[in-house]
């Protein structure tokens, strides 16, 4: 369904609330929209047709109301596929992000998201294709690229580069390996 409203010329382009110095989510519905090249419409009570959101090169420290914004905002809020939340001080990745199951583009890079096990929160998400995470304290991470890949194998890109074939070679060698030391650990204290 979602092609076909795109294909009908129903969805516009992103809602764009970039380089707005917004703090929390409260402060989008404060903001107006940046204007494009396209025109966003909007619907029944003034809510915009759009899929995408941009809220890139902000101060946001959380995604504390994210739900309820983005909802007051779109037309069809079940239906957001890409979201951009760059350059921001995000501490971890919000599980707000994986109740929204057609997202297929998730921008995160440039916060401060300092653990790999935060990644394991958007294998809820089924649709996910391109993830960015770098510019985060975890790309310090042995085995960043790796377990990322391990743990979202359906990732077409990651960091803005296409995921090849042997980088899926490479993460399920990571996996096995990590996953046998897990068990090497456990025997031991045992």
Same mark, same amino acid.
């Given at each position: ?45 003034g809510k915009l047709h759009s899929q995408a959101l941009r809220l890139n090169n ?8 994210? /739900? ?5 905002? %779109? =037309?069809?809020?079940?239906? $957001?596929?890409?979201? #951009?939340l760059s350059f921001n001080d995000l501490p971890n990745i919000d599980s707000v ?24 929160k958007l294998a809820a998400l089924p649709n996910l294709k391109s993830l960015t ?8 991470? /042995? ?5 990322? %890949? =391990?743990?979202?194998?359906? $990732?077409?890109?990651? #960091? ?31």
């Amino acid at each position: 369904m979602s092609k076909k409203i795109e294909n009908d010329g129903v969805m516009g382009p992103p809602v764009d609330l970039a380089f707005k110095c917004i703090n929390s989510m409260e402060d989008v519905l404060q903001e107006e929209p940046r204007e494009g090249l396209r025109p966003i419409k909007r619907g029944e009570g003034g809510k915009l047709h759009s899929q995408a959101l941009r809220l890139n090169n902000n101060t946001l420290t959380d995604l504390r109301g994210f /739900k309820e914004v983005v909802a007051n905002l %779109l =037309s069809d809020p079940s239906h $957001l596929c890409w979201v #951009d939340l760059s350059f921001n001080d995000l501490p971890n990745i919000d599980s707000v992000l994986t109740t929204y199951r057609h997202l297929s583009v998730l921008n995160l890079h440039g916060n401060s998201i300092r653990q790999l096990k935060e990644v394991d929160k958007l294998a809820a998400l089924p649709n996910l294709k391109s993830l960015t995470l770098h510019g985060n304290p975890i790309e310090a991470e /042995k085995g960043y690229r790796s377990y990322i %890949l =391990s743990v979202l194998p359906q $990732l077409k890109s990651f #960091d803005f580069s296409a995921v090849t074939k042997q980088d899926r070679v490479s993460a399920d060698v990571w996996s096995r390996m990590n996953g046998k030391l897990k068990k090497v650990r456990r025997t031991k204290k045992d």
